[in-house]
T-cell receptor
Framework: KQEVTQIPAALSVPEGENLVLNCSFT??????LQWFRQDPGKGLTSLLL?????REQTSGRLNASLDKSSGRSTLYIAASQPGDSATYLC?????????FGTGTRLLVSP | NAGVTQTPKFRILKIGQSMTLQCTQD?????MYWYRQDPGMGLKLIYY???????DKGEVPNGYNVSRSTTEDFPLRLELAAPSQTSVYFC?????????????FGPGTRLTVL
C-alpha cells in the first residue's frame, strides 16, 4: 500500500528566504507526482505535475524534483513571499488513484 | 469553462439523515473522483469513475454511494449520516482517457453531522 509522508509538518520563515519542502513515498511504481497548494477553507490548486519519466518541473519561483528510485520529491520555493503562506500537499498517482500526503503548512512572515 | 463545481458549499445534517453532494465538470473529462479531507489530514479517495456507467471503490467507501449516468455529473450519496462523516468533500476530474494526468479539483463541500 502506497504511503506518502511530508516533512516538515509546519514551517515558518521570514520573507525572502528560499525553502525546501520534502515528500517521500513508499512504492516507486508511480505514474506521476503532483504538488498542490491549499489555502484555508479552500480547494486545491495544482502547482506542478512531474511525470514518472521526468526529473523536475519548474513554474516561476517553484521547482519540483522527483527521484523515483529513492521515493522522494522536493518542492523548492525561491524568494518566499507572504502570499506563499498556505498548506502544500504532495500526491502520487498509482493506477487510477492519487495518494496524498498530510501536507506542510507554510507561514511566510513579512 | 467553469471547471469542477460542487454544491452545496456547506451543510449540517442530523445523524441518520441522507443527502447527495453534487459534482459537475464541463471539461469533458472521463475520470472523476470523490475525496474526503479530515482536519489536518491529506485527502482520502472515496470513489472514482473512469467513465459514464463505471464506478469503483477507493480507500474509504463505506457509508457512501455514487453513480455516473453522464460524463459531466458524479453525485455522492450519504444514506445514513454519521458523525464520522463530518469532513470536507472534494470532487476532482482528469483529462479524457488519461487517468494518470493532472487532476482538477472543485472548491469542496464542508459537511457537519451532529
Amino acid at each position: 500500500k502506497q504511503e506518502v509522508t511530508q516533512i516538515p509538518a509546519a514551517l515558518s520563515v521570514p520573507e525572502g528566504e528560499n525553502l525546501v519542502l520534502n515528500c517521500s513515498f513508499t512504492d516507486s511504481a508511480i505514474y506521476n507526482l503532483q504538488w498542490f497548494r491549499q489555502d484555508p477553507g479552500k480547494g486545491l490548486t495544482s502547482l506542478l505535475l512531474i511525470q514518472s519519466s521526468q526529473r523536475e518541473q519548474t513554474s516561476g519561483r517553484l521547482n519540483a524534483s522527483l527521484d523515483k528510485s529513492s521515493g522522494r520529491s522536493t518542492l523548492y520555493i525561491a524568494a518566499s513571499q507572504p502570499g506563499d503562506s498556505a498548506t502544500y500537499l504532495c500526491a502520487v498517482m498509482g493506477f487510477q488513484k492519487l495518494v496524498f500526503g498530510t501536507g506542510t503548512r507554510l507561514l511566510v512572515s513579512p | 469553462n467553469a471547471g469542477v463545481t460542487q454544491t452545496p458549499k456547506f451543510r449540517i445534517l442530523k445523524i441518520g439523515q441522507s443527502m447527495t453532494l453534487q459534482c459537475t465538470q464541463d471539461m469533458n473529462h472521463n475520470y472523476m473522483y470523490w475525496y474526503r479531507q479530515d482536519p489536518g489530514m491529506g485527502l482520502k479517495l472515496i470513489y472514482y469513475s473512469v467513465g459514464a456507467g463505471i464506478t469503483d471503490k477507493g480507500e474509504v467507501p463505506n457509508g457512501y454511494n455514487v453513480s455516473r449516468s453522464t460524463t459531466e455529473d458524479f453525485p455522492l450519496r450519504l444514506e445514513l449520516a454519521a458523525p464520522s462523516q463530518t469532513s470536507v468533500y472534494f470532487c476532482a476530474s482528469s483529462y479524457p482517457g488519461q487517468g494518470h494526468n493532472e487532476q482538477f479539483f472543485g472548491p469542496g463541500t464542508r459537511l457537519t453531522v451532529l
